[in-house]
């Protein structure tokens, strides 16, 4: 009997061994499954940051042409701002050149005034000196 107690404290150990690893293969199982979940996880944070980085080299792109656009309209602009400029110089010059000529002109005008107002007086005084020597002449 003492063997059979033996054989049944062994057998009951073996019991206690057996439930503990199958308690620790649902937890290895277990472990196993939260790995495989984690490697997913992952799997999906890879995709997405191969996705974020190929929107990143995409916004590079457009940011290179922006900026090659944006250079392109600042040459542009410089070029329509130069020839404004060249516009605007050339119309000062005309417009000084004018204000020369209409005061040249505004002073020949005021000569011609003079003048003719002069040529006036002195035809009524040639015309009052004829008339005095026609009326001696007549007499």
Known sequence: MAEDKTLNLILSKIEDLDTKF?????KVD?????IVKLDSRVDKLDSKLTALDSRVDGLEV???????????????????LARIEKRVNATFDQ??????????????????????????????????????LEKKLAK
């Open 30 to 34: 277990k472990l196993d499954t939260k």
């Open 62 to 80: 457009n940011l290179s042409n922006f900026r090659g656009e944006f250079n392109s309209f600042k040459e542009e602009t410089n070029d329509t």
């Open 95 to 132: 417009v000084g050149g004018l204000s020369e000529y209409r005061t040249t002109t505004e002073t020949q005008l005021d000569n011609i005034e003079s003048d003719m107002s002069f040529y006036a007086r002195k035809q009524i005084e040639n015309e009052k000196e004829i008339y005095k």
């Open 22 to 26: 199958d308690k620790l293969d649902t």
